[in-house]
């Protein structure tokens, strides 16, 4: 599994979860019963993990919904 975003915002780790997952792209929010634990501190960001054959896929699906910024860096 390789992680291609990490962030505290619900929202964007919802529709991305979403979008690749409608995608048939395997999807895995890691963190997210740390992140639960904390609050609304955002100490623990949530992460996306994706299989790494899929990798560029959900990078370029991701780049087209217009969250690019999110990506992290390879």
Known sequence: MVEIVRTSDLVVIGFLQSLLENANIPV???????????????????????????????????????????LRHA
């Open 28 to 70: 895995f929010v890691a963190d997210m019963h740390m992140s639960a634990l904390e609050g609304m501190t955002r100490i623990f960001p949530r992460r996306i993990l994706v299989p790494e054959d899929h990798a560029a896929q959900a990078r370029r699906l991701i780049g087209e919904a217009g969250l690019g910024a999110e």
